[in-house]
């Protein structure tokens, strides 16, 4: 089993920034993709960022060039850097973690409880 705890989440002005980070522990040597989804207003779970054991990193569509993620193997952590934050980010971000590489969301099968993000215009 892994159990994942997320931290960073709050409230933002837009146009600001805001890291999060995801420790897991457990049964760690399962895990190979980590990384962010997000549900904003009652939408579907959408990707933010995910990156695998090995580096190789997808960034959601809507926040592409807003992200950055990173993640330290020896500390189980993976971080979420985001900037020029909008209202239209404001959310839950939940924290995932796959066996396999994570291409989608099906493949997730561990899950943090997920921190609000709250970006105020």
């Known amino acids: 089993q892994v159990q994942l705890v997320e931290s960073g989440g709050g409230l933002v002005q837009a146009g600001g920034s805001l890291r999060l980070s995801c420790a897991a522990s457990?049964?760690?040597?399962?895990?190979?993709?980590m990384g962010w989804y997000r549900q904003v207003s009652g939408n579907q779970r959408e990707r933010v960022a995910t990156?695998?054991?090995?580096?190789?990193?997808d960034y959601g569509a809507s926040v592409k060039d807003r992200v950055t993620i990173s993640r330290d193997n020896a500390k189980n952590t993976v971080y979420l850097r985001m900037n020029s934050l909008k209202s239209e980010d404001t959310g839950v971000y939940y924290c995932a973690a796959a066996s396999t590489s994570g291409t989608i969301l099906d493949e997730y099968n561990y899950w943090g409880q997920g921190t609000q993000v709250t970006v105020s215009s």
């Open positions: 990156i695998t054991r090995l580096g190789r990193i």
């Open positions: 457990g049964s760690i040597s399962a895990i190979n993709g």
